[in-house]
């Protein structure tokens, strides 16, 4: 009973360097979320999904690039890391967003750029 | 910013105290949700108040809503060192289902 899934926990990137962050879930969820979590902010949303083969922008989406090819799997790009960019990145789905439903949350990834 | 506000930003109590944090918000809702936070993990759901609804309890929790004064609180009774947490409050706005806006935080430490 995995739940949601993120890899990966840590990383530490040079600036300018690419990554993928990887969010996976297992409860058939259509909507899936991208978050960072910054000291004193509190979370900021990204990017989002609605559905299979769909994103949107979210608060805060320059820098950062998604793509939702699969239900069950939702990834977050950096294209060019900056120090800017160095969070906590917490991925979250959800059944029916607007039926009152909770959201699900990764155990995040922290990535530092040096 | 769209985002809420919460307040204490951070509390301390003694173990059996009753916790009180308090969340502010901008727009129409459908719901507010409070979500905790333990160090190092992933928000976990707590507890889901409707825009219609005004008070709602489960177990050791009670959240009330106002939403003519666009306010929510959370209240943890008899508090335990395990409460130890930042608690979070996140809306469901009217107009826009698909994503939840959500609050600073409140960390609250229960001290033994």
């Known amino acids: 009973n995995a739940g949601v899934t993120q890899t990966p926990k840590f990383r530490v990137l040079k600036t300018g360097q690419s990554m993928t962050l990887l969010c996976a879930q297992d409860?058939?969820?259509?909507?899936m979320y991208w978050y960072r979590q910054d000291p004193g902010m509190g979370l900021r949303l990204i990017h989002y999904?609605?559905?299979?083969?769909?994103?949107a922008k979210g608060e805060v989406p320059d820098g950062y690039n998604v793509s939702r090819l699969k239900k069950q799997n939702f990834l977050l790009g950096l294209e060019s890391a900056a120090p800017s960019q160095t969070s906590v990145y917490f991925c979250?789905?959800?059944?029916?967003?607007?039926?009152?439903?909770?959201?699900?949350f990764g155990d995040g990834t922290r990535l530092s750029i040096l | 910013s769209q985002q809420g506000e919460e307040d204490p930003q951070a509390l301390s109590i003694q173990e059996g105290e009753n916790a009180t944090m308090n969340c502010s918000y901008k727009?129409?809702?459908?719901?507010l949700q409070w979500y905790r936070q333990n160090s190092g993990r992933g928000l976990v759901h707590l507890i889901l108040?409707?825009?219609?609804?005004r008070e709602k309890h489960s177990g050791r929790l009670r959240v009330t809503l106002d939403t003519s004064k666009k306010s929510s609180s959370l209240l943890i009774t008899a508090s335990r060192a395990a409460d130890t947490a930042s608690y979070f409050c996140?809306?469901?706005?009217?107009?826009?289902?698909?994503?939840?806006?959500f609050g600073t935080g409140t960390r609250l430490q229960v001290f033994p």
């Open positions: 999904s609605v559905g299979e083969g769909t994103t």
């Open positions: 996140a809306t469901e706005r009217s107009y826009n289902t698909d994503k939840l806006i």
């Open positions: 108040i409707r825009s219609n609804e």
């Open positions: 727009t129409s809702i459908n719901n």
């Open positions: 409860m058939n969820h259509e909507y």
């Open positions: 979250a789905s959800t059944t029916r967003a607007g039926r009152d439903q909770p959201q699900h």
